[in-house]
């Protein structure tokens, strides 16, 4: 079966250190979400792209995320410096457009500490 | 400000205890709503989706509903296999591709 990928599974890092997390979308579909998700405020959209263009980013901190998609099968999201309170699930999505709405697919996320 | 409300934030049953959560919503202009399952470790996993008010999918045990306010799924005579996190998001009317979730509903099925 076809699935999101992400990379890694879990990080823990330590304050003002830089991560990069890692998503391979499922082949063909060619939207891409990155959410946020806190015991706290649930499931945040941070950012997303179609046709590896971003279409918005105002969920981020700009400051200190980024997020871009060099290719068609790479999304990276990235914290610079990373701060305690960015503790979370990260999760990447990919998009299949169907009845003119996207259904999406989720991978298992990265479980990402910062002490 | 679209706004996505689940309730109630938690819901134990017993296994064949039939019942419903809600998903109210406040959107310029619903495009879809949809409905999705998380377990623990896991990321969301596609249920259903709902275009129109009066429209109902079913899938098992599972019925959603939708009227212009809210959505309902509905659980009939469930089993511990049912239970999980139950994430309601919709898709503004904007003309862009923002879902929006709600907070969940994690539901106990007691053996």
């Known amino acids: 079966d076809a699935r999101v990928t992400q990379t890694p599974r879990h990080k823990v890092t330590e304050m003002g250190q830089e991560v990069t997390m890692r998503c391979q979308p499922i082949l063909g579909h060619n939207t891409v979400f990155w959410y946020r998700q806190t015991m706290m405020q649930g499931l945040e959209l941070l950012a997303y792209?179609?046709?590896?263009?971003?279409?918005?980013d105002s969920g981020m901190p700009k400051d200190r995320f980024s997020a871009e998609m060099p290719d068609a099968t790479l999304a990276t999201l990235k914290i610079q410096p990373s701060e305690p309170r960015d503790s979370a699930v990260y999760f990447c999505?990919?998009?299949?457009?169907?009845?003119?709405?996207?259904?999406?697919?989720f991978g298992s996320g990265t479980q990402l500490s910062v002490l | 400000e679209d706004q996505v409300t689940q309730s109630p934030e938690a819901l134990r049953l017993q296994e064949g205890e039939s019942s419903s959560l809600n998903c109210s919503y406040t959107v310029s202009g619903l495009r879809g709503l949809f409905w999705y399952r998380q377990d623990p470790g896991k990321g969301p996993e596609f249920l259903f989706t709902?275009?129109?008010a009066g429209e109902e999918k079913e899938k098992e045990r599972l019925k959603a509903t939708l009227t212009k306010k809210e959505s309902f799924l509905h659980i009939t005579a469930p089993k511990p296999e049912d239970s999980a996190t139950y994430l309601c998001?919709?898709?503004?009317?904007?003309?862009?591709?923002?879902?929006?979730f709600g907070a969940g509903t994690r539901l106990f099925v007691k053996a």
């Open positions: 709902l275009y129109s």
């Open positions: 792209f179609r046709n590896r263009a971003p279409l918005d």
């Open positions: 998001a919709v898709l503004e009317g904007a003309g862009g591709f923002k879902t929006i």
């Open positions: 999505a990919s998009g299949l457009r169907t009845g003119g709405v996207e259904k999406l697919f």
